[in-house]
Protein backbone atom coordinates (compact mmCIF):
# COMPACT_ATOMS: atom_id res chain seq x y z
CA UNK A 1 0.00 0.00 0.00
CA UNK A 2 2.70 2.20 0.79
CA UNK A 3 5.95 2.86 -0.96
CA UNK A 4 9.53 1.62 0.03
CA UNK A 5 10.12 4.80 0.86
CA UNK A 6 7.07 6.13 2.56
CA UNK A 7 7.43 2.93 5.03
CA UNK A 8 10.94 4.16 5.83
CA UNK A 9 9.80 7.47 6.58
CA UNK A 10 7.13 6.77 8.85
CA UNK A 11 9.54 4.10 10.59
CA UNK A 12 11.99 6.83 11.09
CA UNK A 13 10.05 9.42 11.99
CA UNK A 14 9.09 7.17 14.77
CA UNK A 15 12.59 6.06 15.73
CA UNK A 16 13.32 9.63 15.86
CA UNK A 17 10.43 10.68 17.88
CA UNK A 18 11.33 8.13 20.66
CA UNK A 19 15.06 9.17 20.73
CA UNK A 20 13.41 12.63 20.89
CA UNK A 21 11.15 12.03 24.08
CA UNK A 22 14.48 10.95 26.06
CA UNK A 23 16.54 14.11 24.62
CA UNK A 24 18.54 12.42 21.79
CA UNK A 25 19.41 13.65 18.81
CA UNK A 26 20.11 10.50 16.01
CA UNK A 27 22.54 10.27 12.97
CA UNK A 28 21.55 8.88 9.75
CA UNK A 29 23.62 6.42 10.26
CA UNK A 30 21.70 5.28 13.23
CA UNK A 31 18.06 5.64 11.72
CA UNK A 32 19.28 3.54 8.54
CA UNK A 33 20.51 0.54 10.64
CA UNK A 34 17.52 1.44 12.91
CA UNK A 35 14.87 0.37 9.97
CA UNK A 36 16.93 -1.55 7.66
CA UNK A 37 17.57 0.77 4.99
CA UNK A 38 20.57 1.72 2.99
CA UNK A 39 21.93 5.22 4.32
CA UNK A 40 21.87 6.98 0.76
CA UNK A 41 18.39 5.82 0.70
CA UNK A 42 17.40 7.16 4.31
CA UNK A 43 19.28 10.43 3.68
CA UNK A 44 16.78 10.88 0.87
CA UNK A 45 14.03 10.29 2.66
CA UNK A 46 15.11 12.38 5.79
CA UNK A 47 15.78 15.24 3.50
CA UNK A 48 12.46 15.10 2.23
CA UNK A 49 10.84 14.78 6.22
CA UNK A 50 13.02 18.27 7.01
CA UNK A 51 11.70 20.01 3.80
CA UNK A 52 8.33 19.63 5.42
CA UNK A 53 8.84 20.52 8.71
CA UNK A 54 8.11 16.97 10.11
CA UNK A 55 11.83 16.81 11.64
CA UNK A 56 14.67 18.86 12.35
CA UNK A 57 18.17 18.55 11.13
CA UNK A 58 20.84 19.98 13.90
CA UNK A 59 24.35 20.24 11.97
CA UNK A 60 27.15 20.15 13.92
CA UNK A 61 29.20 17.52 16.34
CA UNK A 62 26.27 17.37 18.09
CA UNK A 63 24.09 17.50 15.52
CA UNK A 64 21.58 14.89 13.97
CA UNK A 65 17.88 14.35 13.68
CA UNK A 66 15.38 15.57 16.02
CA UNK A 67 11.54 16.33 17.01
CA UNK A 68 10.52 18.80 19.15
CA UNK A 69 8.94 17.27 22.12
CA UNK A 70 6.11 19.11 22.26
CA UNK A 71 5.27 18.90 18.01
CA UNK A 72 5.77 15.00 17.89
CA UNK A 73 1.61 15.14 19.59
CA UNK A 74 0.57 17.50 16.63
CA UNK A 75 2.14 15.02 13.84
CA UNK A 76 -0.05 12.65 12.03
CA UNK A 77 1.05 9.94 9.85
CA UNK A 78 -0.82 11.49 6.94
CA UNK A 79 1.95 14.10 7.07
CA UNK A 80 4.50 11.73 6.96
CA UNK A 81 2.69 9.70 4.07
CA UNK A 82 2.22 12.59 1.99
CA UNK A 83 5.74 14.17 2.17
CA UNK A 84 7.06 11.13 1.07
CA UNK A 85 4.25 9.66 -1.44
CA UNK A 86 1.78 12.77 -1.91
CA UNK A 87 -1.75 11.91 -1.67
CA UNK A 88 -2.03 9.10 -4.55
CA UNK A 89 -2.86 6.67 -2.04
CA UNK A 90 -6.22 8.31 -1.34
CA UNK A 91 -7.36 8.04 -5.18
CA UNK A 92 -5.49 5.75 -6.95
CA UNK A 93 -7.41 2.60 -8.13
CA UNK A 94 -7.37 -0.63 -6.45
CA UNK A 95 -6.61 -2.59 -9.90
CA UNK A 96 -4.40 -0.04 -10.62
CA UNK A 97 -6.11 1.32 -13.59
CA UNK A 98 -5.20 4.53 -15.08
CA UNK A 99 -9.09 5.50 -15.50
CA UNK A 100 -10.96 4.91 -12.66
CA UNK A 101 -13.64 6.57 -10.71
CA UNK A 102 -17.69 7.13 -10.03
CA UNK A 103 -18.67 7.23 -13.95
CA UNK A 104 -16.43 4.21 -14.95
CA UNK A 105 -15.14 2.22 -11.58
CA UNK A 106 -13.60 -0.99 -11.91
CA UNK A 107 -14.37 -3.90 -10.38
CA UNK A 108 -13.92 -3.59 -6.84
CA UNK A 109 -13.74 0.18 -7.24
CA UNK A 110 -16.32 0.84 -4.45
CA UNK A 111 -15.13 -1.74 -1.70
CA UNK A 112 -11.40 -0.35 -2.61
CA UNK A 113 -13.21 3.14 -1.80
CA UNK A 114 -14.15 1.96 1.92
CA UNK A 115 -10.87 0.61 2.16
CA UNK A 116 -9.09 4.12 1.59
CA UNK A 117 -11.51 6.56 3.41
CA UNK A 118 -10.54 4.00 6.08
CA UNK A 119 -6.86 4.05 5.71
CA UNK A 120 -7.13 8.24 5.74
CA UNK A 121 -9.26 7.99 8.76
CA UNK A 122 -6.56 6.21 10.35
CA UNK A 123 -3.62 7.99 8.84
CA UNK A 124 -5.20 11.05 10.14
CA UNK A 125 -5.78 10.14 13.14
CA UNK A 126 -2.71 8.48 14.26
CA UNK A 127 -0.48 10.84 15.97
CA UNK A 128 3.15 9.98 15.88
CA UNK A 129 3.19 10.52 19.84
CA UNK A 130 0.85 7.47 20.15
CA UNK A 131 3.09 5.50 18.09
CA UNK A 132 6.67 6.51 19.70
CA UNK A 133 5.17 5.87 22.78
CA UNK A 134 4.02 2.57 22.36
CA UNK A 135 7.67 1.54 21.18
CA UNK A 136 9.06 3.15 24.82
CA UNK A 137 6.64 0.68 26.43
CA UNK A 138 7.20 -2.39 25.04
CA UNK A 139 3.76 -2.87 23.27
CA UNK A 140 5.04 -2.63 19.81
CA UNK A 141 8.48 -2.30 18.27
CA UNK A 142 10.03 -1.30 14.87
CA UNK A 143 12.83 -4.11 14.75
CA UNK A 144 13.30 -7.77 15.28
Known amino acids: MFSKACEYGIKASIFIATNSFEGKRVSPKEIAME ?24 K ?24 IDGDSIY ?11 EAHPCPVHDKF ?8 HMLENTSLEELALNIKSGASFLKI
Open 113 to 120: KAIRDSLK
Open 35 to 58: IDSPQAFTAKILQALVKHDIINSI
Open 60 to 83: GAYGGFEISRDKIATIKLNQIVKA
Open 91 to 101: NGCGLGLHKCD
